[in-house]
């Protein structure tokens, strides 16, 4: 039974003082926002009257922005430890709508601004040497003219916010309330199947229980195709209407524009993934040959490979000293950054009772980064535990070198930093294992980590945008259209050596990322760059630790391509994927040399 929160010791709690010191503190913060945040309302028709004006503007800006982030930051860090505390549900609730009402009396800057043109700023830039702290926001404002509306409808649209995520939540609230799968047997006994234990039966070793899950899960879903698929219609249909609205080619140009990212780039991807297919179709024969397979199914693809490295466990101490051997090759002063990341207890690790699931890093300017995990003490755990901190040594190190309005870099680069941590402890859990059955077990975590970042969230970007752009044609997505859609993408990513079982086309309707327009490819070229960094670092390149460490710093001071050059990666070539596939076929060759091992090929039995 999961312990309350309290019977933990606090050194397995994040210390959220660093925030704030008491919740007295916080609510005394929030009134100060509330007070100072109309204050907005006296530059508006005045902005750009003169340089003092626009100075003070975005001073005041950054002041509340700081103090908001970190009221936010608190209160959802307080929130996410223990759901059931009321307390924390009202203090949360509070933060959410002091954020609303700063959208609100900012929706005016823009708008206003976008009425002078980007001469009248830059003659300010030069009268007044402050103002270049705001410089590369004030570019991006014009960069964005003519994709901004009028003042009016600014606003209109901001107090929409909420309904604009409508079919988000809808969905998320069919998900976490209202669904009921079928109960499956595992171990001889009913269990029940939620959305939160699937992936736990989709890896079993019992090939019935795999089976069992997945069509369970799928039969739920395609009760409700046609309910499922109006409700993604309509997030489709809104995106598309969004992007004509700003004056938008397509929802493409729309969703990477912010980013500075070319339209090239997505198509790169998915060009470069169907051109390397037949490496994942060779790790799928193979993995059929090792699970000793008459044939192999969707759901077999996902099977853990079992060996008695995965009964081994770990304290959390244990898992703090690996990932500090870890990484090393990232450098002494790194390594002493990252330890006080266990000194200073940033890291949440306790599994609680009423504890948000799942893991992730945030951070909040001028306080270091906050890691919120529940710590069991699998391999996966530290594996988890290395991802998290990769993303908090990114936040440290950007809140340490840029300002405020600099920080916080972009989703595009985010999964690099965590993924190189990812693949450091793969490299040293493989370079230091003389078994064959754990080094077969190592390179498979590794080749699905390969299939699920690059093979299927490429796969959900292909379908993705084949939503949108059927949309913008002014067909219309029906259930029939988007199964079928679905279906095929996975024959083709899956090859004929294994079976694409019928349920698979309704697997699009739980992909909740499919609700944040163009948001998966980024894990694909994300892992690819952390592949190609890793690689580099682990064996020796001094120049390449360097360079990665210099990014790290960058915050979003450079737009995520240029970025990526600081750490030598051309994320406009097809080299990056083509170096990380290289890698995979490498991890595949030697795969297959340790399948000829007898003791190997049967590994699961």
């Known amino acids: 039974m999961a312990k309350k929160r309290d019977e933990f010791k606090d050194n397995y709690k994040w210390?959220?003082?660093?925030?704030?010191?008491?919740?007295?503190?916080?609510?005394?913060?929030?009134?100060?926002?509330?007070?100072?945040?109309?204050?907005?309302q006296k530059y508006q028709g005045h902005i750009l009257d003169n340089a003092s004006n626009l100075l003070e503007l975005l001073q005041l800006d950054s002041n509340l922005g700081v103090r908001l982030e970190k009221v936010f930051v608190y209160a959802h860090l307080n929130n996410d430890a223990d759901t059931l505390n009321?307390?924390?549900?009202?203090?949360?609730?509070?933060?959410?709508?002091?954020y609303t009402k700063y959208i609100e009396n900012t929706s005016f800057?823009?708008?206003?601004?976008?009425?002078?043109?980007?001469?009248?700023?830059?003659?300010?830039?030069?009268?007044e040497p402050k103002l270049k702290r705001y410089k590369r926001i004030l570019k991006n404002i014009y960069r964005n003219k003519k994709h901004i509306l009028d003042s009016e409808v600014e606003k209109s649209l901001s107090s929409f916010a909420k309904l604009m995520d409508a079919p988000d939540e809808i969905m998320s609230?069919?998900?976490?309330?209202?669904?009921?799968?079928?109960?499956?047997?595992?171990?001889?006994?009913?269990?029940?199947?939620?959305?939160?234990?699937?992936?736990?039966?989709?890896?079993?070793?019992?090939?019935?229980?795999?089976?069992?899950?997945?069509?369970?899960?799928?039969?739920?879903?395609?009760?409700?195709k046609t309910a499922i698929a109006?409700?993604?219609?309509?997030?489709?249909?809104?995106?598309?209407?969004?992007?004509?609205?700003?004056?938008?080619?397509?929802?493409?140009?729309?969703?990477?524009?912010?980013?500075?990212?070319?339209?090239?780039?997505?198509?790169?991807?998915?060009?470069?993934?169907?051109?390397?297919?037949?490496?994942?179709?060779?790790?799928?024969?193979?993995?059929?040959?090792?699970?000793?397979?008459d044939e192999m199914h969707l759901y077999d693809t996902y099977a853990d490979i079992k060996t008695e490295k995965s009964k081994k466990t770990y304290t959390f101490e244990e898992a703090r000293d690996l990932v500090l051997e870890i990484v090393k090759p990232l450098g002494s002063t790194y390594v002493s950054d990252l330890t006080k990341a266990f000194q200073e207890k940033w890291i949440d690790s306790c599994n609680n009772v009423g504890k948000r699931g799942g893991a992730y890093c945030t951070a909040c300017y001028g306080v270091h980064p906050y890691v919120l995990m529940s710590f069991e003490g699998d391999l996966n755990d530290v594996s988890t535990l290395a991802h998290e901190l990769g993303h908090a040594m990114h936040y440290y190190y950007a809140i340490n070198n840029q300002n405020y309005e600099d920080y916080n870099y972009s989703i595009f680069v985010a999964e690099v930093a965590s993924q190189v941590n990812e693949i450091l402890l793969s490299r040293f859990l493989l370079d230091n294992s003389n078994d064959p059955k754990e080094k077969i077990q190592i390179i498979d975590e590794l080749l699905q980590k390969y299939k699920a970042s690059i093979f299927r969230q490429t796969m959900f970007a292909e379908f993705e945008l084949f939503m949108n752009e059927y949309t913008e044609k002014g067909n219309v997505l029906t259930s029939e259209v988007m199964n079928n859609k679905y279906y095929e993408l996975n024959k083709l990513y899956f090859g004929k050596d294994v079976i694409v079982d019928d349920e698979i086309k309704y697997e699009w309707e739980r992909i909740p990322h499919f609700y944040m327009n163009y948001y998966v490819y980024q894990y694909a070229t994300g892992f690819a760059a952390a592949i190609n960094i890793a690689n580099k670092i682990y064996d020796g390149d001094e120049v390449a630790r360097d360079n990665y460490l210099k990014f790290l710093k960058l915050g979003c001071t450079k737009n995520p391509i240029a970025s990526l050059k600081v750490a030598?990666?051309?994320?406009?070539?097809?080299?990056v994927m083509d170096n990380a596939i290289k890698f995979m076929d490498e991890l595949i060759d030697e795969y297959e040399k340790l399948l000829k091992d007898k003791e190997v090929s049967v590994i699961n039995e």
């Open 109 to 127: 800057i823009v708008p206003e601004m976008l009425l002078s043109d980007e001469e009248v700023v830059l003659k300010y830039l030069e009268e």
């Open 568 to 575: 030598g990666l051309d994320m406009e070539s097809e080299e």
């Open 15 to 40: 210390n959220v003082k660093d925030i704030y010191p008491s919740d007295e503190d916080v609510l005394k913060e929030i009134k100060y926002l509330e007070k100072h945040i109309n204050e907005y």
């Open 86 to 98: 009321t307390k924390y549900q009202e203090l949360f609730g509070k933060a959410k709508n002091i």
């Open 230 to 293: 109006t409700i993604m219609r309509s997030e489709v249909e809104k995106n598309v209407a969004m992007a004509k609205l700003r004056k938008y080619k397509n929802t493409l140009e729309a969703s990477l524009f912010h980013n500075e990212i070319k339209p090239s780039v997505y198509y790169n991807l998915i060009n470069s993934v169907h051109k390397n297919l037949p490496s994942i179709y060779k790790y799928w024969r193979l993995k059929k040959e090792l699970l000793n397979l």
């Open 173 to 224: 609230s069919l998900q976490d309330s209202d669904f009921k799968f079928a109960n499956i047997i595992v171990n001889g006994k009913e269990e029940e199947l939620t959305e939160s234990n699937y992936s736990l039966y989709i890896r079993s070793e019992d090939r019935n229980v795999r089976k069992e899950a997945f069509q369970s899960l799928y039969k739920t879903y395609s009760n409700f």
